[in-house]
């Protein structure tokens, strides 16, 4: 497990969450994310994992599978009305599942900050 890549991956990810969840709130009405959210939300959740995949240079595909799994025990919070918890289980998913891709995928565990 790689714990750099799994702390910075947590913390990138509720970050961008969180500005798209501000953007969104700001521009749009509550009546679309209680007629749209269901779509909104996953999509979100999914750019952001790619943004991350991105800047934590993760192989794109991988990280968006782990981000469609770590997303789904979080439709059982959403159902009981637990949404908050849900995210933040998502989250400790994501992460962990970024760490160990990071291990296996050979990549390395913090940038160098070289230009090659």
Do not use: Y
Not at 19 to 33: I, R, S
Not at 77 to 99: N, S, T
């Amino acid at each position: 497990m790689d714990v750099s890549t799994l702390w910075r991956s947590a913390l990138l990810q509720l970050g961008t969450v969180a500005v798209f969840f501000v953007a969104l709130a700001l521009a749009l009405p509550k009546e679309f994310f209680v007629d749209w959210g269901w779509a909104v939300g996953p999509l979100t959740w999914l750019l952001c994992a790619g943004i991350t995949a991105r800047v934590l240079s993760l192989p794109l595909n991988p990280t968006l599978l782990g981000a469609l799994l770590a997303g789904l025990p979080s439709l059982l919070a959403v159902v009981v009305g637990a949404h908050e918890a849900g995210m933040i289980v998502a989250v400790v998913l994501f992460a962990l599942w970024c760490g160990r891709l990071a291990q296996h995928s050979g990549l390395p565990s913090a940038p160098s900050g070289r230009i090659e």
